[in-house]
């Protein structure tokens, strides 16, 4: 299992950027796809994107599509999500997932592990 750590959140104003990151602890993320989800207060958890750390292959939903950009670096120990033009309904806790069985729904339910969550706020 692979422990997860986000970070980079913080409060920004509309049209602004931030850089999350999801560290990996325990192993790498060479044999794992590693998902970004989204919670905003009252609302259900949402898939934001994804990555295949081993082909780089990436999802979007179609609501940050872009704006958003998942990547990873060349050791697979971290992933970031790039959020530009930051909008006040991106405001949410986003929280990385990973998991090293194949995705196919981009369900919150097909991942396995999770990390704790980051808080973004963007201001109007």
């Known amino acids: 299992q692979v422990q997860l750590v986000e970070s980079g959140g913080g409060l920004v104003q509309a049209g602004g950027s931030l850089r999350l990151s999801c560290a990996a602890s325990g192993r790498t993320f060479r044999d794992y796809t590693v998902a970004w989800f989204r919670q905003a207060p009252g609302k259900e958890r949402e898939s934001v994107g994804s990555i295949s750390c081993w082909t780089g292959n990436t999802y979007y939903a179609d609501s940050v599509k872009g704006r958003f950009t998942i990547s990873r670096d060349s050791a697979m120990k971290t992933v970031y999500l790039q959020t530009n033009s930051l909008k006040p309904e991106d405001t949410a806790v986003y929280y990385c997932?990973?998991?090293?069985?194949?995705?196919?729904?981009?369900?919150?339910?097909?991942?396995?592990?999770w990390g704790q969550g980051t808080q973004v706020t963007v201001s109007s």
């Open positions: 997932a990973a998991t090293t069985r194949t995705v196919r729904f981009h369900g919150l339910y097909e991942y396995d592990n």
